[in-house]
């Protein structure tokens, strides 16, 4: 099968197309023809360093998978071969574990990651074990399915499963990235007012447009003020928050008294400093959202059946031109995902 190789870490040009064995399944291991592959920033992240540990070799890229059942494995369950399928960011996770046990396999130890401990969906085929797939939903294409095992994915776990939102209540979201963009929509089909920031003016329209009631629009950073007075001076109940220590301080600042603020990434590195006594005089909640369960796969795929979240694929590029599409990534051209066609 054909696939891209990760042939040396460091730029793009490291990235090969090359003729590979097709693998086949085994145990409870599912072979899927890969219709769909997103590209993510943690691509880019593995195929920059060498660091990672336990790395596959060939190591080929791409966690965001979708496409149908080319074969079993003899224990592989669940599924038939001609199935429309999606993953979840992992090949394997070990299923017995507290964490598998509790919603929570993202964080099981056992567990190899598409395109780092397990080849990925950068080819014409995968491996995935039957436990980490979900059925994709006829009306949704394997473009938009591929992307929902994580930005739409790590967005509903962020919004409905940690954030615990509620109708009604004042969400504000920073960061309108792939996860942002998706965190929008899902906070306002949960009925919350949803306030997004964000520091790019010609980005104001389209986060409207995907159900923000109110945009802030702060090229400083500088947007408590603005969140709240659109709360009445109370401030945000929730913050759904992808950007991380580079505005911590602003999300303090608009946060109400008892909020809730979800981390979902962390984009600068950089350390803050945070006064305790200020966290426990006004009751706030600090929680983090990593990534996608299978089931949390499954509500959101539903979410996006019902019309009610739309998958943002910005651009559909063929698998060859894998490294102009991180290129493209790399230099933040796009909003939305690209995905890649083998
Ligand atoms: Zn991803
Ligand atoms: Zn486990």
Known sequence: MKAIVVARHGDADGLEMREIETPAPKGRQVLVKVHACGVCRRDILVRRSPAHRGLASPLVLGHEIAGTVAALGSEARNFKVGDRVCSTQREYVCGC????????????????????????????????????????????????????????????????????????????????????????????????????????????????ELGAHRVVVAPDGRFA??????????????????????????????????????????????????????????????????STSRRQLEAALKLIASGAVRPVVERTMPLSEAAAAHRLVEANAVTGRIVLTP
């Open 225 to 290: 003020g603005r969140v709240r007075e659109a709360t009445g001076g109370n401030g945000a109940d929730v913050s759904i928050d992808t950007v991380g220590s580079a505005v911590f301080h602003e999300i303090r600042r608009s946060i109400a008294v008892g909020g809730r603020i979800v981390l979902v990434g962390e984009v600068t590195g950089t350390l803050i400093e945070l006064d305790m006594a200020m966290i426990y005089r006004r009751s706030l909640t600090i929680r983090s959202a990593t």
């Open 97 to 208: 574990c507290t964490m598998c046990r509790t919603d929570r396999e993202a964080l099981c130890a056992d567990l190899r990651f598409l395109g780092q401990e397990a080849m990925g969906g950068n080819a014409e085929y995968v491996l995935v074990m039957d436990d980490n797939l979900a059925k994709l939903p006829e009306p949704i294409s394997f473009e938009a399915g591929s992307i929902v095992g994580c930005p739409v994915g790590t967005s509903y776990n962020a919004v409905v499963d940690t954030g615990q939102v509620r109708a009604g209540e004042r969400v504000l979201i920073t960061g309108m990235g792939g996860l942002g963009i998706h965190a929008v929509q899902i906070a306002r089909a949960c009925g919350a007012y949803v306030i997004a920031a964000t520091r790019h003016p010609d980005k104001a329209k389209s986060i409207e």
